[in-house]
């Protein structure tokens, strides 16, 4: 072999095990991505939440990287204030509920997030695709320029891994909390009886943090306090508890003491939490 066939066979397969190395750390970040997309949300039946939960894995494990991004940015990220609900099947027979994990972030970030993670579908689509068409490997200098296109992408895919095992991480902390929350007295009132665990629901939480803000070891106003709350957690409304008025809500959660005062001849309800015995 010449000198320059030498040159070419060696380059050529430094291209061919970088080539190698992205493909198996992009399997291996589609792995992770399929992680969180299955299990950032779930509605159904509780008694075949199990069954629901490993249909939901297996039909995320059938789809393409873009569609997983798609999903990712449309359901697991949101910009800051368009977080939203889970959907609910309000055709399921039985207990039935809905949860849905989502990571909440600045609109700038997430629109850098946004744009990072769909040139790499780009990347990646034209690494598995159009590689060998827009690269010259039958050259030594086309092979360079082969090697500097794929320490690209890996550096790109090393700043998207970091990402998501942050994520991964998180999703697992969140996991085991909602296990506990899950094996908890009250959830496990909530699904044999179907009364509200009023202590661990956010708006019970809210509604408590807005009285300490607004009348400490005082009697808070309910309309003021519904306004706090209502702008902090725009999703937290009554009705979804099956009520018809936050002061409704107040008095069913039975964790507060209410009343009503007069100011100027009208009456105002106010209200506090109850000392804890």
Same mark, same amino acid.
């Given at each position: 072999?010449?000198?320059?066939?030498?040159?070419?066979?060696?380059?050529?397969?430094?291209?061919?095990?970088?080539?190698?190395?992205?493909?198996?750390?992009?399997?291996?970040?589609?792995?992770?991505?399929?992680?969180?997309?299955?299990?950032?949300?779930?509605?159904?039946?509780?008694?075949?939440?199990?069954?629901?939960?490993?249909?939901?894995?297996?039909?995320?494990?059938?789809?393409?990287?873009?569609?997983?991004?798609?999903?990712?940015?449309?359901?697991?990220?949101?910009?800051?204030?368009?977080?939203?609900?889970?959907?609910?099947?309000?055709?399921?027979?039985?207990?039935?509920?809905?949860?849905?994990?989502?990571?909440?972030?600045?609109?700038?970030?997430?629109? $850098?997030?946004?744009?990072?993670?769909?040139?790499?579908?780009?990347?990646?689509?034209?690494?598995?695709?159009?590689?060998?068409?827009?690269?010259?490997?039958?050259?030594?200098?086309?092979?360079?320029?082969?090697?500097?296109?794929?320490?690209?992408?890996?550096?790109?895919?090393?700043?998207?891994?970091?990402?998501?095992?942050?994520?991964?991480?998180?999703?697992?902390?969140?996991?085991?909390?909602?296990?506990?929350?899950?094996?908890?007295?009250?959830?496990?009132?909530?699904?044999?009886?179907?009364?509200?665990?009023?202590?661990?629901?956010?708006?019970?939480?809210?509604?408590?943090?807005?009285?300490?803000?607004?009348?400490?070891?005082?009697?808070?106003?309910?309309?003021?306090?519904?306004?706090?709350?209502?702008?902090?957690?725009?999703?937290?409304?009554?009705?979804?508890?099956?009520? $018809?008025?936050?002061?409704?809500?107040?008095?069913?959660?039975?964790?507060?003491?209410?009343?009503?005062?007069?100011?100027?001849?009208?009456?105002?309800?106010?209200?506090?939490?109850?000392?804890?015995?």
């Amino acid at each position: 072999m010449t000198p320059e066939g030498t040159a070419l066979s060696a380059t050529r397969g430094d291209v061919e095990r970088l080539y190698g190395h992205c493909v198996l750390r992009l399997q291996a970040f589609e792995l992770n991505l399929k992680a969180v997309v299955a299990t950032h949300r779930f509605s159904g039946a509780i008694e075949t939440f199990e069954d629901g939960l490993a249909r939901r894995i297996n039909e995320t494990r059938r789809k393409t990287m873009g569609a997983l991004v798609g999903e990712m940015l449309g359901s697991v990220l949101a910009p800051l204030g368009q977080e939203g609900l889970p959907d609910a099947d309000d055709h399921t027979p039985g207990t039935s509920f809905a949860f849905s994990r989502k990571i909440a972030l600045p609109a700038e970030a997430f629109s $850098r997030i946004e744009g990072e993670h769909r040139d790499l579908v780009a990347l990646r689509n034209s690494l598995v695709h159009n590689f060998l068409e827009e690269h010259d490997l039958l050259s030594v200098k086309g092979c360079l320029m082969a090697q500097q296109a794929l320490a690209s992408v890996i550096d790109r895919l090393r700043r998207a891994e970091d990402q998501i095992a942050e994520w991964v991480t998180e999703w697992a902390r969140v996991g085991e909390i909602l296990t506990e929350k899950l094996n908890s007295p009250e959830i496990r009132d909530w699904i044999i009886t179907g009364r509200i665990p009023w202590p661990a629901t956010i708006i019970v939480q809210a509604l408590l943090d807005a009285a300490t803000e607004l009348a400490p070891g005082g009697w808070a106003s309910v309309k003021t306090a519904a306004a706090l709350v209502a702008r902090r957690h725009p999703d937290e409304r009554p009705e979804n508890y099956g009520c $018809r008025t936050w002061r409704q809500v107040i008095h069913k959660s039975g964790l507060f003491n209410l009343r009503s005062v007069k100011i100027d001849g009208r009456g105002h309800a106010r209200y506090r939490a109850r000392p804890k015995l």
